[in-house]
């Protein structure tokens, strides 16, 4: 075993020391301690293929296959995880495939953003545990599906905002419940970056190594450009959720549970496309407010083209409290009194890989972890399907808001839109004939 394989087991076996008991219902999911679980990932030309190095990095894991549409991205996958493992997991183009055969356990969903929540549907569906990348869902209507489907097959649904796992997080919560910042009131979350113009899409022939049919899957159809695959679709409606769903979710996760809140009861959100002229469809600047019950707010800033980091952070999270304030990062956290004065650091580099959230981290070896024992000893789920639901529902609150361009006031029961059809009805999205997901 590699010295960095020695090295990311130990740190992984130390935990993180936020294991619960099994609940009566999590025993049923329970398998023996020493089981292997086998793995699949789905879309691996860059999350996945770092996640399938954070899985194979983990204790008594077999990644059995590798699913993706893109066939050099197959080649990739596969020839990494054959020798990191010393095992050659299939490679398969068919997601349905995958989800027929035995020899997986746990289906990680790392496709684009349309495809999360009727991937991890059918995966549940076939008797499979679910890890799926955030957004959970490409619209506020998969969110639900989820909750009703992990309820009804009973297998875990883990969603990839692995801050959740991380260890400075869960002292942070701490020193928040022992007041330390006295009664925390407001946070202000951000994500700053000067990405460059994906310009205007040209039909082209499509690449003989990809499955676009399979790519599009349960979104409708719309004719292959060149600006689309990889990566760009994260800006189109039609697949992506824009930046508040794709770097807000980690901010805004970390903000709505430190300050202890649940569903808002008023979003707004102002902004635009200012900076480039290019075929995105969402804002590059993005200011999203959200209004809770018990005076507490959160606002949300996207600024996607600008690389000007805030508080000197290009993405965080400020806690502000009645008696100081908590500057959350990536990798740890800060306080400071009333005044801005700086009280106490925890910064830790074993947490950290700032630079690079896509890469193999402590973050995500602490977060997979915590999937693998959650399967194996019913040990608690860090970002259960429930709460990562009500994160990102805050993303799509303010896509919405942002397109119908008004307020929207929310049940802080579940968050549906109140008084507003014309909002409401972009709850849910149409789907490709014969893709639609079912519960
Ligand atoms: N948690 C994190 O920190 C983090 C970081 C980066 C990305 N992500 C999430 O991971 C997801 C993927 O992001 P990315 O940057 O790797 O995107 P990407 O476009 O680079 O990669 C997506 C891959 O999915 C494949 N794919 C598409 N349809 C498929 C299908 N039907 N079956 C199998 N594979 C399919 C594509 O061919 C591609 O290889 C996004 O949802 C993103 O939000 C999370």
Redesign the pocket.
Known sequence: MSNRRKFVKNTVIGGIGISLLPTAKSYSRIMGSNDRINVAV???????HALTQVFIESDNVLVTQI????SL?IDKTVAMANEAQGSKPKGETD?RKVLASKDVDLLVV????H??APATLMALQAGKHVYV???CGHNAREGEMLIDAQKKYGKIVQM???QRSGVFAHTALKDIQQGVIGVPYHARCWYSNKRQSIGHGKPVDIPANLDYE??Q?PAPREDYRDNI???N?HWFKNWGTGEIC?NGT?ALDIARWLLGVDYPTRVTSAGGRYHVDDDWEFPDTQNTAFEFGENKSISWESLSRNGMPLFGQMTGTLIQGTKGNMLVNTNGYRLFDESGKPIKELLSDSELDTAD??GINKLSHHHVSNTLNAIRKGETLNSPITEGHKSVLMCHLGNIAQQVGRSLNTDPVNGHILDDDDAMALWGRTYAKGWEPVV
């Open positions: 789905m879309g691996t030309n860059s999350r996945g699913c993706d549409v893109d991205v997601i790392a496709a684009p953003d495809w999360h990348e955030k957004p990839g905002n692995q399979l790519w899957g695959i990889h990566y679709w794709n980690h959230l896509v």
